[in-house]
């Protein structure tokens, strides 16, 4: 194989990287817009690496980075994305392209950068990244499963979200304290996250009070995942003491014409035991989270105990 | 050799070999030492106790212990065998537990006692074979867990998850409502149990073999301990079989269902449940149960009305087997609080 150059991943490069994401995940693809969406367009920045050789991508590792809350004070954490090599730059002997492609982006910007990586890989990148990567397992991801309703909503008023503004930050400094890592919900993440995707707006809903300050948030989409049609609560932000909001949020998401509304919910959070109590399921699911920290004293075992990571903070539906 | 290793200076002198008897006392007493701080309770071990464990135990036990230049043990690490049944086949395996170190002797290097004494076990013991294990599975403490996820070959396999309920709440059959099925205590295990776990261990994936021997030595030869067990027959026909405790688990005063294993139709699950939370109620305590969360049992309990919570417990394995991978282990590894030391 001829030599190769690991160098960031600049905005000409989106064609060449979603040829070989194409190349390396049969029958998937990434088309432009969604490329241009999540590598340029992301308020908190790009950070992504590639192994090139003659114009081609042959290993490629990448992170969405955000403002986050760690341990209360600002930092910036990233979701492990599109992390692949081509099937032809698999293997052979030595350190593989994908781990030297891998290690360069965690020199270039782990510590740096980004204070935490963490994501859902799947099992071939949980094991590369288990081996040779640093990942810590953070949690088997369990899934809370609620059958739509048709019932006639009772408590506040929810109504649909069609823009973020600074109310989104301080319904997320509500909520914080409680949270040992979170992902800042601000407008800019909130609207980028779910307002600009190429693939439409996601289904933004609210509560406010009187004077028309956002009591709590959530978001849901539409996905189809391994053959069932399901609504996706991606987001719930209501702080602790707010139950009625909540239940309202969720009975709203709940009005869909899909199989089940399906949430990730930390198993340590009130919502975890609270949705359950009105109705959800806990059902396994196939993901494992991971985490890798260049922070001291912060390792996955530490993030599995109060992080905020819910189902908006992966990529399981980012592409759908 | 009961009294404590003053330094660990003396490094280069640690000896390290297998259990061998009159090994116990000193053995129980660094254990204790190790342990005291985190646990008094458990700390209180006694040597009835560990010699029902790891020398009464009809699959074994594996111990390999590290001793200073003196014969004081400083380090264990040690496994309480079980036969399990896996795709037809038995093997042996093992839960890994009661590995500590004593404080003297505690530090992080690759040099260090407690890693030392990992790496000799697995020599020892772990593989195919006479006296091996072809995987082991444990519930490390924070500590051990980040020691052996780095240095021992810990892999992750699950997070584990509990079920909890207030028997008032749950919603089960009223006592003598459950058609065909007779529930009953019993004070014995016989050789109904042997095939009924037969039947039931192909659709349960890694199970440890739950047959009359195995059970009678865990829940009644225990010292100390005071199991209630009952049984569900249909017609006479075992269907079922379950196991409670008073205890204490995650951070909870409970009655706990130790151990329960049903057949998938004729409700013996919901049965033996409905009976399970009767004495909870006796006991004016919450129903707990631990199954793993991607078997049947787990999403029925929670039709019955009980909710999942988390647990402390992360599940590890370690597989010397090439074609056992530790993630295959993540929906098939069958455990139960029977199977851990916890209660």
């Known amino acids: ?320 | 050799m009961t009294t404590p290793s003053p330094t660990r200076d003396q490094r280069g002198t640690l000896r390290l070999r297998p259990l061998e008897r009159g090994d116990e006392e000193g053995l129980l007493a660094a254990w204790r030492r190790a342990f005291a701080p985190l646990d008094p309770a458990a700390a209180e071990r006694s040597l009835a106790d560990w010699r029902w464990r790891f020398e009464a135990n009809p699959d074994g036990a594996q111990v390999l212990l590290a001793l200073d230049g003196e014969g004081r043990v400083v380090a264990q690490f040690a496994a309480s065998g079980a036969a399990f049944e896996l795709d037809g086949e038995r093997l042996r395996a093992g839960q890994a537990l009661d590995s500590f170190v004593d404080p003297a002797w505690r530090g992080l290097g690759r040099s260090g006692a407690f890693v030392r004494t990992g790496l000799a076990f697995a020599e020892h013991f772990g593989g195919e074979g006479l006296g091996r294990s072809v995987f082991l599975w444990g519930l490390p403490a924070p500590a051990a867990l980040r020691i052996g996820s780095a240095r021992l070959g810990y892999g992750f396999v699950r997070s584990v998850l509990h079920l909890v309920g207030e028997p008032v709440a749950l919603r089960l059959p009223a006592s003598g409502a459950c058609g065909a099925l007779d529930v009953r205590e019993v004070a014995a295990f016989d050789g109904s149990h042997d095939a009924f776990f037969a039947g039931e261990a192909r659709s349960r994936g890694a199970i440890a073999v739950r047959d009359a021997r195995r059970l009678t030595w865990r829940y009644r030869e225990r010292p100390d301990a005071h199991y209630a067990g009952a049984e569900a027959r249909a017609h006479g026909r075992l269907a079922g079989w379950a196991v409670l405790a008073r205890g204490r688990f995650a951070e909870r005063e409970a009655t706990l269902v130790v151990d329960v294993l049903a057949e998938r139709e004729g409700g013996a699950l919901a049965a033996l449940t409905a009976w399970a939370a009767e004495r909870a109620r006796a006991d004016g305590l919450p129903l707990v149960a631990l199954v793993p969360d991607t078997s049947r049992e787990f999403l029925a309990l929670q039709d019955m009305g009980m909710r999942v919570e988390p647990t402390p417990y992360t599940l590890v394995a370690r597989s010397w087997r090439r074609a056992l991978d530790v993630s295959d282990l993540r929906a098939r590894l069958w455990i139960t609080l029977g199977d851990t030391d916890l209660c």
């Open chain 1, 1 to 320: 194989m001829a030599p190769c150059e690991l160098r960031p991943v600049e905005p000409e490069d989106g064609a060449a990287v979603c040829e070989a994401f194409a190349a390396a995940f049969e029958g998937r693809r990434r088309d432009a817009a969604a490329w241009r969406w999540a590598y340029l367009a992301n308020p908190a920045g790009r950070r992504a690496w590639a192994a090139f050789a003659e114009g081609r991508v042959l290993a490629h590792f990448a992170a969405m980075p955000a403002r986050a809350l760690l341990r209360g004070r600002p930092a910036s954490v990233a979701l492990v994305v599109d992390s692949f090599a081509r099937p032809e730059a698999r293997g052979g002997g030595g350190e593989s392209v994908f781990a030297r492609t891998a290690r360069a982006f965690f020199d270039a910007h782990g510590g740096r950068d980004d204070a935490l990586y963490f994501g859902w890989p799947v099992e071939q990148a949980w094991r590369v990244g288990v081996r040779s990567l640093g990942y810590g397992a953070v949690r088997t991801q369990s899934a809370l499963v609620l059958p739509p309703s048709a019932a006639s909503a009772t408590g506040p008023e929810v109504e649909p979200l069609a823009a973020f503004d600074e109310q989104a930050l301080w319904l997320f400094e509500r909520c914080a304290p409680r949270f040992s890592c979170a992902v800042v919900r601000d407008a800019d993440w909130l609207s980028w996250r779910y307002l600009t995707h190429p693939r439409g707006p996601a289904r933004c809903l609210g509560v406010r009070d009187d004077a028309g300050v956002l009591r709590g948030l959530a978001v849901c989409a539409r996905a189809t995942l391994e053959g069932r049609d399901l609504e996706l609560l991606l987001e719930l932000l209501v702080p602790e003491d707010e139950p009625e909001v909540a239940r309202a949020l969720v009975h709203a998401a709940r009005r869909t014409c899909a199989e089940a509304l399906v949430a990730w919910l930390p198993e340590r959070s009130n919502w975890f035991a609270r949705l359950q109590s009105w109705g959800a399921r806990v059902h396994p699911t196939p993901w494992r989270m991971a985490a890798r920290s260049f922070t001291p004293r912060v390792d996955a075992a530490w993030l599995a105990l109060d992080d905020w990571f819910t189902l908006g903070d992966s990529d399981l539906v980012l592409w759908a």
